[in-house]
């Protein structure tokens, strides 16, 4: 059983717009084999619980969800749907591809709260509005017209609608109106920094010279906009890999390890445990037992 790894879902290659709108319910669950366990989507997730309360799991994180609400997932996240429970949704689904005009569409897909959980404990999810469900409205319909030049275009723009609305119900989401703007430029720039280098690069003070700043400036911003330190944070990205990779990858404890830069074995069950009180591989004996895998 444990030999299993969670499944790697790519965007259906014969829906070339690179996005699609699927109606959900438990029976449809049960009946899609890479649903029914753990699943890691290559693509970004907006779903819509329209009708009940299940427990949806996000990279490991159990969240309660309301009807007629809103749960936004980014690409590459661990997502495990709740079959113990009756609900009724939505999901919509779509790729980088299909969004990134230029790189200012890439920037805000790295930076908007919707997504970006990076240096928070919180998945977005909020309410559906009178206006996203007309926004959401126009895109189910424009996703079931005909392929011609326009559709793309317009779907597009109102999922780039639907997005912008929907930020600006949460509002920032890691900032207020005293937030240092380049305190915020600095934070960005740190989480674009790590999720590039976490694994070869652990020390804050690299990161701080690659940012041009002293550490007690590159803690400032970070404890500004989350409460973290830039270590917390550091640890917090290597954690979550650590368990993705768990679950994902069949690999042995000590080859993930070395995957993530510990040189040692050991260093990377002190670091596993002490950050979960559990060693690597009870974690995974323990989360695919919980997921039926």
């Not at 709740?82 to 790729?95: I, S």
């Not at 917390?232 to 768990?246: G, P, S, T, V, Y």
């Not at 070395?258 to 950050?275: C, V």
Request: glycine residues 4%; contains cysteine; hydrophobic residues 35%.
């Amino acid at each position: 059983m444990l030999s299993q790894k969670i499944k790697s879902l790519q965007f259906d290659d014969k829906i070339s717009i690179g996005m699609e709108i699927i109606p959900i319910d438990r029976d449809y669950v049960a009946k899609s084999a890479n649903l029914t366990t753990a699943h890691r989507a290559s693509f970004y997730c907006v779903l819509w619980f329209q009708e009940g309360n299940p427990t949806h799991q996000v990279d490991f994180t159990p969240i309660k969800v309301q009807p007629e609400s809103l749960l936004f997932v980014g690409k590459d996240s661990v997502q495990f749907f709740d079959q113990g429970k009756n609900f009724k949704a939505k999901v919509l689904l779509f790729t980088d591809a299909f969004f990134c005009r230029n790189d200012d569409d890439v920037k805000y897909l790295n930076r908007t709260p919707l997504f970006q959980t990076f240096g928070s404990s919180q998945h977005c999810t909020l309410s559906v509005s009178e206006e996203l469900k007309t926004l959401w409205t126009f895109m189910e319909q424009e996703d079931k017209t005909p392929h011609d030049r326009f559709k793309p275009i317009l779907l597009r723009n109102y999922l780039e609608s639907f997005l912008l609305q929907a930020e600006r119900a949460i509002g920032d989401g890691i900032s207020s109106p005293s937030t240092n703007e380049i305190y915020k430029e600095i934070f960005f720039d740190f989480n674009k920094l790590v999720e590039e280098h976490f694994k070869e690069q652990k020390p804050v003070s690299y990161y701080s010279e690659q940012l041009y700043v002293s550490p007690k400036v590159l803690s400032r911003a970070t404890r500004q906009l989350t409460g973290k330190t830039p270590k917390r944070i550091l640890d917090e990205r290597m954690l979550l890999e650590a368990k993705r990779l768990l679950m994902y990858d069949i690999s042995a404890g000590k080859e993930i390890g070395y995957s993530l830069g510990f040189t040692e074995p050991t260093n990377f069950i002190k670091f596993f445990r002490k950050h979960t009180g559990k060693t690597p591989l009870a974690f995974r004996a323990y989360y695919r037992q919980t997921m039926g895998m």
